[in-house]
């Protein structure tokens, strides 16, 4: 090894020619340790002794990244740790192990769209937190899909959040809460291949939810009053569809459906999955799965309900659902067009959900208790400390009996609950 001593400078070190076939080391005149080496490219390293008489190379950088000033500050502050016995290679190796281990972590932080498959996959969600869950990542977060998990800021939520609520504030708040809960879920449950957690920053979403900035949503009270209820069913039962008189299997589908919502108090989406199977035509009951709360719901049928499920179970065949759609093949699904030719029909606006509170509102008017409503509903906070009672009171499911059967009668007249009996259809069984 070749070894001058010269003072470095700019001009000095862009002068001297590479030397690709052997190392040649230039030591620094006036900072003893300071060198510049030269092989194919020009290296600034530092060369001293340990205390305890090992000599330590490093290497500062190569000249073109580094001026010749900066490499000299960096070779004394490196000097000093020498003499304390401080070797930059050992903290060097250490950053550098770092580092990969940190990409490597980075590496298995999930998408946003990865986070939302594992979530779907470890954790039990309704149908209707699927449909609105896919909703939110397949329209509002559709170009954060590919980003990583934890690259979501908080600037990035506050005005996603903006825009969201622009169209609609309470799907604007659905998509935080659904972000909110999907990110708190990988944090607690998603692991590297060491069982180490890897989404470690703070939840974004929680800018907008533990600040208090939700929007307001002025929650719906509308439902079908008393004084309504004649004219409403009456449009039920006198409004036809083309083609379902003609179909066995889908006669009165319609009219069906928006009885047992109004019956039952069910949910949408309850009622167009209802199976055959979720229904006891033996001791009347009916059952409600895959419920917003999580818990199946059964309940006594009244007796009018009992006798329509009765009709409809002579022509269903072998299909599954009660409510099928035109192949047969599966269950129906959105009929906007059945509630509004019901509502200009008997010039009532409702929504399904106004069946639900319609079906409640009848309950309370009937002095039935709140217990036994909640029951009705499915409504259950046998966890809230704040109602203990809850957690004693049974209702007995002839309580339930009667309680369907006096809101049967207040929603149906008689006269009504005729026409339901003698509805023809086209092959009598």
Known sequence: MTTNKYKLTKTFVESL?????????????????????????????????????????????????????????????????????????????EASTKIKQETARNKQIPTLKDAYEFYKEKKALSSASLIAYDICINNYFQDWNDLKLTSITKKMVQERFAELSKNSPAQANLSIKFLHALFNYCAKHYLNDKDEFIVTTENPAKIITQNNALNRIKRRRTYVRSDQHHAWVNAVVTSSWVGEQNDDFRAYTNQDFLLLLALTGFRRNEAERLEWKNIDLKYGTITVTDTKNGEDLTLPMGELLWQIMQERKKRAGDHLYVFTDRSGESHVSDRRAARLKVAQESGIAFTFHDLRRTFSSVANSLAIGSYTIKRLINHTIEDNSHDVTDGYIQVSFDDLRKAMNSIENVLIPEDIKQIILNREYKNSV
């Open 17 to 93: 020619p590479l030397s690709p076939d052997k190392q040649i080391f230039y030591k620094d005149s006036e900072l003893q340790g300071f060198a510049l080496r030269v092989t194919k490219s020009k290296s600034y390293i530092v060369e001293k002794k340990l205390p305890g008489g090992k000599t330590c190379r490093t290497t500062i950088g190569q000249h073109g990244v580094w001026t010749v000033a900066q490499a000299r500050e960096k070779a004394r502050e490196y000097l000093l740790m020498i003499s304390k016995g401080i070797d930059p290679n050992t903290l060097k190796q």
